[in-house]
């Protein structure tokens, strides 16, 4: 489709005998923030490495903007990647970082500085531009990351977990500012292992496991994989076998995932609770706490995978 800047079909990748990516397809319309959302070894970096061009030995396709973007080298230039670990010339400073990197492009030098200092000030490091990286907090240093990957105004942004290792607060700020990238028309690939994030800022989210695709689409979208239902989180001191055994006989009751002393499932209805603790209580299961929760992206990897996002 004509508005469709990237295409990627049927990427294939093994490590030996660990698939990274399996049949992995996705495309993305200009303008959109795309969230990947995967647990650690699902095959992220895997994929933004293959479109950098840092990982070879694949099978597949990806088209940029209707082109072959392994055949074109010159397409390159149109990527921005911030990767997952940050390369820094620690002892130099900001700007010099920035025309560092931004000279392997062929961007002129008057228009080069403009863009360095333009970029400073949107990262919200203008003050701090003339002191060595190695000064910096790990929230700046994630700012400035992200400033090299768009010095030469790409027109696609791949950011690899720009969040990873920051504060609350330092991570607010740089969503903030990846948004406002996304605003402004730079299309964005933006992985993540954090629900929250995906949710916040992601016109669309691919949720993906263990190389291949689960499930891909708005945020509402993804949410009516669980359904119209109540998520109920229940804590207690129970094996995982003796409660699965309990809940299977429940009609209504979908079961995400069950593990020793705790259970999270769905109901249709919650006024099916008492008549649940009830059960319980019958078959001498201990329950200490339990929580009511509306479906989130949480709910729904829990149902797809079986298993949390965090485990
Ligand atoms: N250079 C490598 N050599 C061997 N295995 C690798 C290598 N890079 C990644 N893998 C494996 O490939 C899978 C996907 O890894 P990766 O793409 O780094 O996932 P993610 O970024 O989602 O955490 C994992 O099982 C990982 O251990
Ligand atoms: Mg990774």
């Not at 403009?114 to 990286?133: N, S, V």
């Not at 028309?185 to 954090?194: A, D, L, R, V």
């Not at 708005?218 to 998520?231: A, N, Q, R, S, Y």
């Not at 705790?262 to 008549?275: E, F, H, K, Q, V």
Request: net charge neutral; hydrophobic share 40%.
């Amino acid at each position: 489709m004509a508005d469709e800047i990237l295409e990627i079909k049927k990427l294939n990748k093994s490590y030996d005998d660990i698939t990274a990516l399996s049949d992995f397809s996705i495309s993305l319309k200009k303008g959109e923030i795309l969230g990947l959302l995967g647990p650690n070894g699902a095959g992220k970096t895997t994929l933004i490495s293959i479109l950098s061009g840092t990982v070879k030995d694949f099978t597949g396709s990806v088209t940029f903007k209707g082109k072959n973007l392994f055949s074109n080298r010159k397409l390159k230039n149109h990527l921005g990647i911030v990767p997952q670990d940050m390369a820094f010339y620690e002892e130099l400073n900001a700007v010099d970082n920035l025309l560092f990197w931004g000279g392997l492009y062929d961007i002129p030098s008057g228009k080069l500085k403009k863009r360095a200092a333009e970029l400073l000030e949107i990262m919200e490091l203008k003050e701090r531009a003339k002191e060595p990286i190695k000064n910096f907090s790990g929230g700046m240093k994630r700012r400035l990351n992200v400033a090299i990957g768009l010095i030469h105004e790409p027109e696609l942004l791949l950011l690899d977990e720009p969040t990873v290792g920051i504060d609350v607060h330092a991570k607010v700020k740089l969503l903030e500012i990846i948004r406002n990238v996304g605003e402004k028309g730079t299309s964005i690939i933006f992985t993540t292992h954090q629900l929250m994030e995906a949710e916040e800022i992601c016109s669309r989210i691919v949720i993906m496991d263990k190389g291949a695709i689960l499930a891909n689409g708005t945020l509402d979208e993804l949410i009516k994989i669980v359904g119209e239902k109540e998520l109920v989180d229940i804590a207690g001191d129970f094996p995982a076998h003796r409660i699965a055994e309990i809940l299977k006989k429940i009609k209504d009751v979908d079961i995400l995932s069950v593990t020793d002393n705790l259970a999270n499932l769905t109901l249709d209805n919650t006024d099916r609770i008492p008549s649940l603790l009830e059960l319980f209580f019958k078959n001498d299961i201990k329950v200490s706490d339990l929580k009511i929760k509306s479906p989130n992206l949480e709910t729904v990897f829990l149902k797809l995978t079986g298993r949390s996002l965090r485990d």
